[in-house]
């Protein structure tokens, strides 16, 4: 073989530019009519890997981002497995789903749940709306809190769950549309398991930098070891003392706890929450009966209902308050 030839070879390792610019010459000197289809593949063939290479960096990644989001709002049903129970509460359990990658997304907005479904051995489906409370930019799993009622049917089969049991979610449910900085503050009523979609809220605002609303939680439970998230909602007031400020309310409790003692009441509220304004919105979740109290129930996932209640005796107006 001609010994030029042989020196040409490697710059086509140096890209296509440098391989005109320095050799064209000399490379088709060498390349004769017996021996050009043996190495006209090869030069064309590293072009197409560079070129492929070139735009594969430039388009992939933003559709490996798309395709990262699990729930897209297709009306699809997936199938999740569980990979870890925590027990919160006597009643209470915190549920880690595992999502299909290391690096999917939930997909989910602010102020949205997911929808979860399981077959009774009889075929009926019974589906049932819940707001995760892990970061909705986690990657690789979510977490649900969720009350066992005796008599509820989708609370019992979440109780006697194992890891590694699947249940199948669809989503995104969307409850409230939130824009950054939509008020100056914002009211949350919240008892139970009602804390819920509030946490999101929470957590959300209170760590987004570019968020100035101010929050003022008020927290309802039977007893100190009730209150549901109460590290995370600790944690997170610490942190930002100076947008967050939550109080917790319990029917009893030992002379220890921080608090108050009995229910939200009117005269409480008057005296500690923002007064009805354009600035302001209360936000209101939790078993019917204190829906009942402060709020009235909604009617349907899109029919708020009438305001009734404590709130409406403050002054607020139905487009003041959302009920989760």
Known sequence: MDTRLIRSIPVFRSGYSSLTRNYKPLMFSAITRSNASKFLPFAIGGAAIACSAYYSTRIAAPLKNESSKVFVGDDKWIDLPLSHVEQLSHDTKRYTFDLPGEDSELGLTLCSALMAKFVTPKGSNVVRP?????????????????????DGKMSSHFWNLKPSDTVLFKGPNPKWQWEENSFDSITLLGAGTGINPLYQLVHHLSENPNEKTKINLFYGNKTPQDILLKTELD?????????????????????GFQGEKGFITKEFLEQHAPKPSEKTHVFVCGPPPFMKAYSGEKVSPKDQGDLVGILKDLGFSKDQVFKF
């Open 130 to 150: 819940y707001t995760p409370v892990s970061d909705l930019a986690r990657k690789g799993s979510f977490q649900l809190v969720i009350k066992h009622y005796p």
């Open 235 to 255: 944690d997170l007031q610490k942190k930002h003392p100076d947008k967050l400020k939550i109080t917790y309310f319990v029917d009893k409790a030992d002379d």
